[in-house]
């Protein structure tokens, strides 16, 4: 199997030594297995996500299909991505119960045409870790909302692939 790893290599930090870590990119590796005929993917999102952010207690909706199951689910959260990552560990989290070992390490977001203003394209990377491993996943939209909802999809996607594949080792 090809995977594609990022080396990230830390330097001494508050008089602890940090090792290298091998950062996997799971948008790319998931693009890759997804164009074999035999992949199913572990869930399909149904009609998109619906956000309210009132500025202060963000809620996020979502609908699946997993496991024969539709789920439809809401959660809050601190912002909106957080609310966005809740509810889809809420949902898929009763179907895979490893994800809830899994946590957003960081989140970043960069903007792809500076020229556009506030309409601008933005690419969004977010790292996980379930502490055995980490990897990242990102995407790139007009809309900075969808673009983190694709990365964490990718990430929860690359988590539950990731351990069914280690499941029949």
Do not use: C
């Not at 390490?105 to 506030?118: E, F, L, N, P, R």
């Not at 309409?119 to 996980?128: L, M, T």
Request: no cysteine.
């Amino acid at each position: 199997m090809i995977l594609f790893t990022e080396r990230v290599t830390s330097r001494k930090q508050r008089g602890h030594k940090m090792k290298n870590l091998e950062v996997v990119d799971a948008s790319k590796e998931l693009n890759l297995v997804r164009a074999l005929k035999d992949y199913q993917a572990p869930f399909e999102v149904v009609g998109g996500y619906r956000l309210v952010d009132d500025g202060e207690r963000p809620e996020a909706t979502v609908m699946l299909i997993a496991g024969g199951q539709e789920m439809h689910e809401a959660d809050v959260g601190v912002g909106p991505v957080d609310a966005l990552a809740n509810v889809l560990k809420k949902s898929l989290g009763r179907l895979f119960p490893k994800l809830k070992t899994v946590k957003l390490m960081d989140y970043g977001a960069k903007v792809i045409q500076g020229t556009t203003g506030t309409s601008a394209s933005v690419e969004v990377s977010i790292v996980f870790s379930d502490g055995e491993r980490v990897w990242s996943a990102s995407s790139s939209s007009d809309n900075i909302n969808y673009a983190s909802f694709q990365a964490l999809l990718d990430g929860y996607e690359y988590a539950i692939h990731f351990q069914t594949k280690s499941k029949k080792k």
